[in-house]
């Protein structure tokens, strides 16, 4: 509670109770939701008002229950010793159950009961919202009669703390954390307040896509081992959930770039390699050997008779077959009724992969071919 509306409080009920006797013979009247009047004759046994109790309730502010309340009195000089208190039960079937001291929050002053040797007067404010509500003069010594009144006020629920030396502070009851916009309460940083430091923590692993957007690189999805991009396989190895890779279009479909075993553009950048093998018989000759997964580009074949000059006319046919053995066939190129070959493919004429290229002429004849080549995983 702020040290204003301490203070309103306070002088309140000073006013109501030492104000009606002060100056120009004026009487100032309290404005309170729930109001206990009490008198108390000294020497009498101890008396509780109102002797049933007061329900704490406001029949004009929907039934709701007075949550601040605030207690003063006044007593001659004659009097002294007083401890009046403030006290608060719960109900029980329509009626106060156990009384005791007024239990909540202290907001202002004074401990309850109120104990004063020096007269007149004393106050105190508390905060709670008991069922029933009265005040009892515990004891007092001398003659006289004890006046006053506890005063009663339906507030928003708050809770108040009070700081040494500097007044009171509020602190609203939340929730402030994690819960729905509509059950939380905003907080709003004011404009010229330094930025806050914000540490954002990534998934350790999840697939990261990449989208243009308006002509702009974004990123969708987590982001693998912090705040860098990183793909989701390992260098060599097969590929794992989404990764990013690099392609090209065609013009309708994307297509991933592929890279021979050696992690090489898998465009071809021409041959490497260059055999020579004689031919012999009619069957098929094992020229390029094959190697396992990898397979055989051919950029040049050349046959040409082993003792120089044109070979005879033969039907000279080159195939993809089993490594060593020439089986299993699969014809790639044949050319008929011509006397040698002298052919450009540029990297386009394969073998499959792990297969050898192997050649073979239909009239036996002592011929050669030379073949430039080149391989790869592809």
């Known amino acids: ?9 306070l002088f309140s009920c000073l006013y109501a109770f030492f104000g009606r006797d002060g100056a120009h013979g004026q009487t100032t009247t309290v404005s309170a939701d729930c109001i206990i009047k009490f008198s108390f ?11 049933t109790g007061f329900p704490n309730k406001v029949p004009s502010v929907q039934g709701l229950p007075c949550g601040t309340w605030v207690m003063s009195y006044q007593a001659p000089t004659t009097v002294s010793a007083i401890s009046i208190e403030l006290d608060s039960g719960p109900d029980t079937a329509g009626a106060p159950g156990s009384w005791g001291a007024f239990s909540g929050t202290v907001i202002a002053t004074a401990a309850n009961p109120l104990l004063t040797a020096s007269l007149p007067g004393s106050f105190l404010v508390r905060q709670n919202v008991p069922a029933w509500v009265s005040v009892r003069l515990n004891s007092a010594t001398g003659t006289g009669t004890i006046t006053g009144a506890a005063y009663g006020w339906v507030l928003p629920p708050a809770v108040y703390t009070t700081s040494s030396g500097t007044g009171s502070n509020v602190t609203i009851v939340g929730p402030l954390g994690q819960a729905l916009m509509a059950s939380s309460i905003p907080v709003v940083i004011a404009s010229n307040q330094s930025s806050l430091p914000v540490t954002v923590t990534f998934p350790s692993t999840q697939d990261v896509n990449v989208k243009q957007i308006n002509g702009h690189t974004a990123l969708e999805g987590g982001v693998n081992g912090g705040q860098g991009v990183g793909g989701l396989a390992a260098s060599g190895a097969a590929d794992a959930g989404n990764p990013v890779k690099v392609g090209g279009s065609n013009g309708t479909n994307d297509y991933n770039l592929k ?3 050696q992690g090489n553009n898998y465009g071809f950048l021409g041959c490497t390699n260059t055999v020579e093998v004689p031919l012999s018989g009619t069957g098929y000759v094992e020229i390029v050997a094959g190697t396992a997964l990898q397979t055989i580009q051919i950029c040049k074949v050349f046959v040409t008779s082993a003792a120089a000059g044109a070979p005879v006319v033969n039907t000279f046919s080159i195939a993809s077959a089993t490594i060593t053995t020439c089986a299993g066939t699969t014809e ?3 050319g008929a009724a011509i006397t040698g070959l002298d052919s450009d493919w540029g990297g386009a004429l394969r073998s499959g992969a792990g297969k050898s290229i192997c050649v073979s002429e239909s009239v036996a004849n002592s011929d050669k071919v030379t073949i430039s080549y080149s391989k790869g995983v592809f």
């Open 1 to 9: 509670m702020s040290k204003r509306l301490k203070l309103f409080l």
């Open 41 to 51: 004759a000294v020497g009498a046994a101890p008396v509780r008002v109102p002797a």
């Open 332 to 334: 790639l190129y044949s």
């Open 259 to 261: 890279v021979d075993s």
